[in-house]
């Protein structure tokens, strides 16, 4: 059937034939939906019009509906019954109960504050489904322009126009030892103090090993990357096992020192950079996305200026 065919009928009149049909009587039916009788009336008229049939037979005592009003009736039934669903769904969507949200991460954010971050969500919210997407700043970048996540957690400097970024913390590289170390016992130490050590490292395409790689250079030093790994729960591993140290953002290392790993700073070059909420610019946000990026910016840890 063409488009144009179709009668154009609102849920309030499809309300009206029920209860005609509920009560078998104008005047109860007017008196249900609270309106006058003559309305309902011509309400009826209207859509026996539209439909090109009568739905029911009128007399000055009685209502009787027709094969078609029963067919039409049930068929309305459903419409109403559906459409009442739908509008329950969208309501429970739009306030946050019901739905999906899709996050994508660097590894360290993943490893460290995300799991704080979810079940602070999830408190008021326990019907939100949410999948979590890690990988390297590259990774998440391409999980944002490609609409694959409707969130990233990662840096925010040198973004591409198409996206979006919201700063909420400038993150600092600490260096991981084994409590044994040499080095355990210092509170920070320079870059070319590490010049000699056997290093763990993450892939040379993530954001974290270039930003190592390039103060490195930029001190004249090279650094003795003898393992390399992709994930951080791998790296913590190989340096308690003493194959290495590892450098890595200091958020990262909360859930992975022990009793027998230290974290020391990495006082001279500097190194940092800024962590945030990146999101494709063109791209409507959801409620579920703007209700986590809010409660992202309120609940994250400032310790330093972004």
Not at 133 to 161: I, Q
Not at 203 to 210: G, H, L, W, Y
Request: glycine letters at 6%; hydrophobic letters at 45%; a positive charge.
């Amino acid at each position: 059937m063409a488009t144009s065919a179709l009668p154009d009928l609102s849920a309030r009149q499809l309300e009206a034939v029920l209860a005609v049909a509920e009560y078998g009587s104008f005047i109860a039916a007017s008196a249900r939906l609270r309106i006058s009788q003559p309305a309902l009336t011509r309400t009826i008229k209207r859509i026996e019009a539209a439909l090109g049939v009568r739905l029911f037979e009128r007399s000055t005592r009685h209502v009787q509906i027709t094969q078609a009003g029963r067919e039409f009736v049930a068929v309305a039934e459903r419409m109403l019954n559906d459409l009442r669903l739908t509008v329950r769904s969208l309501r429970e969507v739009a306030e946050e109960r019901r739905g999906r949200l899709i996050l994508s991460s660097i590894m360290s954010v993943a490893s460290g504050i995300l799991p704080v971050l979810l079940a602070a969500y999830r408190v008021d919210r326990p019907g939100m489904e949410i999948h979590v997407r890690e990988g390297v700043h590259g990774s998440v970048l391409e999980d944002v322009r490609s609409g694959v996540a409707d969130l990233g957690l990662s840096y925010v400097d040198d973004l591409p126009d198409a996206i979006e970024g919201f700063p909420l913390q400038r993150e600092t590289f600490s260096v991981v030892v084994p409590k044994r170390h040499r080095l355990a016992a210092r509170r920070s130490v320079s870059l070319g103090e590490l010049r000699d050590e056997p290093m763990v490292a993450l892939p040379s395409d993530s954001r974290t090993r270039r930003t190592i790689d390039a103060a490195a250079s930029t001190a004249g030093l090279s650094l003795r990357q003898v393992v390399t790994v992709s994930q951080f729960a791998t790296l913590m591993g190989c340096v308690r096992a003493g194959v290495g140290l590892a450098i890595v953002p200091t958020g990262a290392t909360v859930s992975f020192l022990g009793r027998d790993l230290r974290a020391i700073s990495i006082s001279e070059p500097r190194l940092s950079r800024r962590l945030g909420l990146i999101k494709l610019r063109e791209r409507e946000p959801s409620p579920a996305t703007l209700g986590f990026m809010a409660l992202t910016r309120r609940t994250w840890p400032k310790p330093g200026r972004v």
